[in-house]
Each structure stands twice: as C-alpha cells, then as structure tokens.
C-alpha cells in the first residue's frame, strides 16, 4: 500500500488546528440518494472519512435528499452498506438536510423579512433568461420588490399546498448585476407538492442545494466542507447565506473547499447515465459487476483495500484528471498476489496425451515459496491432461515460447514434457497433442499450467472486460454506441478439483490466468462461479519460473461450454448458448422456465426473464421462494412484452410489482397505466418541447455535440416515466434536430 502524500486539504487542516481555527476537525460526506454510489464517489468518501480519522477528528453521513422525486429510501440503504464496505464509519452522525428544513424554513423567513429574499412569479423560463449573461446584466423580477408580508404569505401558501408545482419559487435578494452569475437572486426554495421519503408529508416547498447545503453543514458543526470543482463558483452564495443568519444560532462557520472530480477512462459515472444503463437493461442492475458503482466493484470482486490504496494514488488535486483503471487494477493485484492461493484453471482446453506418465496426486503448494502464506493442496495428474488452446502452436510464431513441435515444457508442479506429435481434428483445428515425460536434465522454454482430464471439474467463469470501448464513452456519439458487446462472456472452465471449496467470498489466483472472485450472489446450489477480476497482465505478478508471455490469447479465447442434452434441447428452443448453460446447470431456474413456457409464450423470450430478472429479484428478495408470483405470470409477462403491448423497461416494473405484491401482470399494467405511449404524435410534441427547453444544448449540438442526442433521449424517456418506446424516440430527435 502506497503511503499518503501530502495535499492541499491536509495541508489546510493541519494549519487550521495548528493555529487554532479550529479544535476538532469535522467533515462530511453528503450524498445525494437518487443512485448508487460510484467510484467517484469513492474518492470524496476517502478524503472526508479520511482526513477526519487523520487528525482525530470525525466524519458525517449526510443523506443530501432535498429532491424528493429523484430519491428513494432503497439508494439511502444502499450507500451506507457500501460507505461500511469500503472500511468507514460515521458513529452516531447520520444526518439528513431533509432533518434541517424545519430550521431552514425559519431562517427564510428571516430572510424575506429582512428584505433579502421574495416569493417570485416569473416562469422558470423567464427567470432563466432574465438572469442575463455572463457580458450582460440581470433584468429584475417585476416581483422583486414586493412587499416582505406578502411573500411571507405566499411563502406560508406555496408550504400549504395552494399553489400548483412551478407556480411560484422563494428567492434571495442578492444583485442581479453581480459578476458571479450564482449571486443574481439565486433560488431557494421550489414548489413541489409530492410527499418526502424521510422528512413525510409535512412540506410542498424544498430547498435547493445552495440554500441547504452551508446550513446543514453549519448546524452539524462541520469545519472543512469538501466537495468537487464545479461548486467553486457556489462558495460565494455559500459564504453570502451564513452571513445573512445570526451567529449564535450557527454551532460552526463551515468553510468550502473544492478539490478535482475523479474521472475513469473508459467509464461513464454520471448518475443519469448509470441510470440508463440500468434502465435499459444494457446491465444487470446497479451491482452488475461491470458497473462503476462500489456495490459493481464489490460483487466483480476488487477489495475496499485496493480502492482505498487506488484514490490514495490518485491523490487529491485542484486539477482535473482521468485515470486509467489499469491503476486500479495494479492496486488490486498487489493486494492479492500475497494472499490469494493459486490454483490451476483451463478455460479452453486441449487434451493433451503423456505417453510414461502415471496417475498419482501430487501435493501442489498453493502459494509462491516467497509468500507470507504457507500451504498445500493434492492436484491429481494423469496420463491425459488439458491445457490452454493458446499454449501449442504447430507453427510457432516469432518470440511464441510455449509449447510447439520439438520444445520441452515444464507443467507446473508435475515435471517436463516434449512434444511427440499432435492430430488435426475434422476442421483443420489441433484437436490432440501427444508428448512424453522426460528427465529434469533438459531445459524447459515456458511452464504450464495444466488439469487432470480424468479428474477435471466443469466450472462457470464470468470473464469480464470493460463495458465500454471507448476511452471517452459518449464524446463522440451516444453513450450507447461505445458498449462493449463482449463485456460479458461466460465460460465453462475445466479445473483442478480443490477449488470446489473454495469459500464464497474468497480470492483464488488462476495461475497464469488472473485473479478471481467466488462471487456469493450466484455461487448458488453450492458450485462456486468465478468472477474474473482482473487478468494477470502484469510481468511482475507472475513467479519467476513460469517465463510465460502475457497470457492474452487466453483472454481472446472463444467461450467454451459444455451443453448437455438438456441445454442442446434448450439450443434447439431458440435460446441462447448463455441462456441454455444456465437453465442446464440450474434445476429450480428451468421449473420456472417450464411453467412460463406452458402458457405458451415464447421461450427465447422467456428466457431472458429467467435467466437475468429472476435470479436478480431472487437475490434481493431473499430467495426464489419469497417471490409473490411464478412461471405463469413471467409467461404471460414475457407475451404482453412479445406482443408490443409493454416495453421491456415498463416490463421490469411490472416484475418489481409482481415480486412483492403478486398480481397479474395485465392487470398491473391496467391499474397503474403502465401502457406504452407509442402515439408518433404524443412523442414527437414531448421531443419538441424537451428541445425547447434546453436551447443551449441544442445549439451545441448543432455545435458537433452530438454525444447530446443522447440527453435528450434520455429527457423523453424520463417525462414518459420509461413508457416511451426508445427506439422510436431515438428516431423523432434526430428528425427534430436535423433541419
Ligand atoms: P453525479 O454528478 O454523478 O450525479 P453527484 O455529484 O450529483 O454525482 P452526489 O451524491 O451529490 O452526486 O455526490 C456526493 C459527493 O460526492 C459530492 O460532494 C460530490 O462532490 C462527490 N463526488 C461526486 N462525484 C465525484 C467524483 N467523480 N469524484 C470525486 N467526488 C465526487
Ligand atoms: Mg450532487
């Protein structure tokens, strides 16, 4: 682990109690709870809980949940599991704005008594262009000098409920011709009239983020407020509202002090995008282990360890960077390669006949003779044995120093073998290589790792690789087109027997192969699934008698299976090879197939739900037996979507619903107006107007911006409630936007 450097915000807080500014040093991280957290956030949870333990002092949870609508109790739940993961603890100081607003409603009543905020009528759009620009002066609100007892009173009415959402906003009375364009009157409270997931039904105004942010901070006894970059123009307003309110009632002066985002290279980590991922189905749910989000990192594998270590060397700066994940993997590697035990692993196998050889188990240590860790584990060998595809060229390219025609390989832990001679199969492939066991005397040009045939057992291995293949996914073009279709691939794996104990939870290293995770969530029925965490690419992670290339070709390998009669059968139904591997290897998935099929829906389709959506809901809801429906609702699910009359997104909020609440699904779909809106028309006025709203981004997509188009796709989705079919939403916006 890389020790911690110096930085600006250290720097600040060891002055600041060095000269008394402050006695105990108190942070806070405050997450908005409308998402998962993500690696991102990772770095600002490091700092805060980071810096506070440095020096003594302590670091608050605060949930920031001033926007009711984008938020939900699930996310709140989920970010404190993940804050505890990643090693940090907040003690008693969990907080909510939503605890303050009580308090912030008072103090904006001082405000607009003291003649420093009014209730305002103007539009939204109206405020917006009246706020002028950066060269030119504000326009007063006609409404700004109003009487201070007439916005109290509306200020009471909008609380009420009296007036419609975007009616009315309360404002400060700032300067409408102040530089900083966050100074023109900012807003502080709107109209929303929807209940509040944790402060209740008490509200219909909420405070914006200016007006809760510095307030909560100060009334939570907060010394050092760190946040990102883009709040640097906000610190003015921040420091303007603390002192427009009386001193003793503020327990601290908080300070702001912004430091530079983490941006990932070939990561998208804005929530809205995450949330389209999900949405979309490009991913299996906020945890999918290809997901930037710390729960995604989790159940791919990667330790709290190595991501803590990875934002310590990333460090923390005023400039922004993006970081290449291969750090990260680095960090991971080096927190594994002394304590995870090796084993050996093919992923695509080529037997392999060794003629002098016979049948005995050899007793293999499990870690380098150089580790902390000591131990061993039998490895049976044989007459016939399995090695990687890539390990055998017939004819060798340059620099290839694996096996090939006339070399002698060592297989590792069982002694050296030279080639003899190999067969074609039918298809022109190498389908067998024969070799015979020779003395120690002669010297091996690369070592194997290798199975027993005859003792081999079949094991499921997620290979996971970026999910994007752009660096900068979205710059070019829509997000969605810089998707890596191989992000997944799923490959049955030949593999010595001792890794059927392996603990769930635990980290094995494939020799030669990379490092891997026995992942709890699908480890079900009691056979490990190994998630790849990351290859081993590095030269350095490898022992030194293994003078091996850097096993990429093992990466590129095709996926192998082994389908059954069962999963031929299943083939031969229109499901995919995937789709098929599952349902063969899992009895109580195919019960569920064979009901949903029984009422005639079509099993392709079928099999999507089974295979993804269930074991997802069955995780989250603690078993396939708590779920409040069966076979024959995700049949008639999977026809309502086959037909047309569902999207797939409204589909999985149908089984959400069916999950808890049990149901019909037609029924659902009736009673909560789930139907789709594929009225051309209805569609293209809701494009329209989404691009009226939002006139600088469509100059700028006329600009080359055109990453935008995914924006205001994502608009109309969002306005629809996901009932929108994309496709023919993707459609209208490019016929809108091109004159
Ligand atoms: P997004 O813009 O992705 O929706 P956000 O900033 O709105 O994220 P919040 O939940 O409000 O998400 O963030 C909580 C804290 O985490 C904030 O203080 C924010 O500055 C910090 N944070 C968010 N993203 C990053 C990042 N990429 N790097 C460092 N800190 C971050
Ligand atoms: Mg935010």
Known sequence: MSEPSSNFVRQIVSDDLREGRCTTVVTRFPPEPNGYLHIGHAKAICLGFGIAAEFGGRCHLRMDDTNPEKEDVSYVRAIQEDIRWLGFDWGEHLHHASDWFERLFDWAKLLI????????EQTEEQIRTNR??????????????????????????????????????????????????????????????????????????????????????????????????????????????????????????????EFARLNLAYTVMSKRLLHALVREGHVDGWDDPRMPTIAGYRR??????????????????????????????????????????????????????????????????????DAPREGSRPVPFGPEVLIERADFE??????????????????RHAGLVRYVSHELGPDGAVARVRCEV?????????????????????????????????????????????????????????????VLAAALGSHLQFERVGFFY????????????????????????????????????????????????VGRGLVARGLSEDQA???????????????????????????????????????????LGALRFGGGELGALAELVGSGRITSTIAKQVLAILATEGGSPAAIVEERGLAPIDDRDAL????????????????????????????????????????????????????????
């Open 113 to 120: 008594r003291t003649g420093k905020a009014y209730v305002d």
């Open 132 to 257: 002028g620009t950066v060269e030119t002066p504000g326009v007063p609100s006609p409404w700004r000098n109003r009487p201070a007892s007439e916005s109290l009173d509306l200020f009471d009415a909008m609380n009420r409920g009296d007036f419609p959402d975007g009616a009315m906003v309360l404002r400060a009375k700032i300067d409408m011709g102040h530089p900083n364009m966050k100074m023109r009157d900012p807003l502080m409270y709107r109209i929303r009239n929807v209940p509040h997931h944790h402060a209740g039904d008490r509200w219909r105004v909420y405070p914006f983020y200016d007006w809760a942010h510095g307030q909560s901070d100060a009334l939570e006894g907060i010394t050092h407020s760190l946040c990102t970059l883009e709040f640097d123009n906000n610190r003015e307003l921040y420091d303007w509202f603390l002192d427009q309110l009386p001193p003793d009632e503020l327990p601290s002066r908080p300070h702001q002090y």
């Open 300 to 369: 791919r594998g990667y330790t709290p360890a190595s991501i803590r270590d990875f934002v310590e060397r990333v460090g923390v700066s005023k400039a922004a960077n993006t970081v290449d994940p291969a750090l990260l993997d680095a960090c991971l590697r080096e927190d594994l390669d002394a304590t995870a035990p090796r084993v050996m692993v093919v992923l695509d196998p080529l037997p392999v006949t060794l003629d002098g050889a016979e049948s005995r188990v050899l007793d293999a240590p499990s870690w380098p003779h």
């Open 394 to 411: 017939v004819e060798p390219p340059p620099g290839f120093k694996r096996l090939a025609p006339g070399r002698v390989v060592r297989l």
């Open 438 to 498: 020779v003395g120690d005397e002669q010297k091996p040009s690369a070592t194997l790792h290798w199975v027993c045939a005859a003792d081999a057992v079949d094991v499921r291995v997620n290979v996971y690789d970026r999910l994007f293949l752009d660096p900068a996914p979205g710059q070019e073009r829509d997000f969605r087109d810089d998707l890596n279709p191989a992000s997944l691939r799923v490959v049955t794996a030949k593999a010595e027997p001792s």
């Open 518 to 565: 026995v992942e709890p969530e699908r480890s079900t029925s009691g056979r490990p699934v190994f998630n790849r965490v990351v290859p081993l690419k590095d030269a350095r992670a490898r022992s030194a008698e293994t003078p091996v290339e850097a096993p990429e070709e093992v990466e590129r390998t095709k996926t192998v299976r082994t389908l059954t009669e």
């Open 581 to 623: 591997q599952v349902l063969q290897d899992d009895a109580s998935l195919r019960a569920w197939f064979d009901q949903a099929t029984a009422t005639g829906a079509e099993p392709s389709a079928v099999a999507g739900y089974v295979v993804t959506e269930l074991p997802r809901l069955a995780r989250e809801h603690g078993g």
């Open 684 to 739: 293209a006025a809701l494009v329209a107007e989404v691009l009226a709203d939002a006139p600088d981004k469509v100059a700028a997509w006329r600009g080359g911006r055109t990453g935008l188009h995914g924006f205001f796709v994502g608009q109309v989705m969002q306005r629809t409630g996901g009932r929108a079919d994309a496709v023919v939403v993707r459609e209208l916006v490019t016929a809108a936007l091109t004159p």
